[in-house]
Nanobody, 127 residues
Framework: QAQLVESGGGLVQAGGSLGLSCAASGRTFSSYTMGWFRQAPGKGREFVAGIKYNGARTEYADSVKGRFTISRDNAKNTVYLQMNSLKPEDTAVYYC????????????????????WGQGTQVTVSS
């Protein structure tokens, strides 16, 4: 399994922006799709965004399309999530995750396909 460490969460007003980073170690980063998930209080964990191992494809939840951007730097073993136009309903703990299957040909939306998880970082959006 990989070790994943998120950073960049915090408190922001509605309409503001935040950027999250996730540094990975322990596996060949460039071989695995990376994803961001989130979990709000009292709710289940949900897919936010994912990026294929080579960066060639990205996927987003409908709720964040046009506002969030996922990217990766395989030379730095890091995946990013830029969040713009934040809304109070974006408040959650955000988790970075790595697919458990190398070179998966598509970006999975399913948390069960991700075998390594970070500790999470809190994002709070005030109204």
């Amino acid at each position: 399994q990989a070790q994943l460490v998120e950073s960049g969460g915090g408190l922001v007003q509605a309409g503001g922006s935040l950027g999250l980073s996730c540094a990975a170690s322990g596996r060949t980063f460039s071989s695995y799709t990376m994803g961001w998930f989130r979990q709000a209080p009292g709710k289940g964990r949900e897919f936010v965004a994912g990026i294929k191992y080579n960066g060639a494809r990205t996927e987003y939840a409908d709720s964040v399309k046009g506002r969030f951007t996922i990217s990766r730097d395989n030379a730095k073993n890091t995946v990013y999530l830029q969040m713009n136009s934040l809304k109070p309903e974006d408040t959650a703990v955000y988790y970075c995750a790595q697919d458990q299957t190398p070179y998966r040909p598509f970006v999975s939306f399913k948390s069960n396909d991700f075998g390594s998880w970070g500790q999470g970082t809190q994002v709070t959006v005030s109204s």
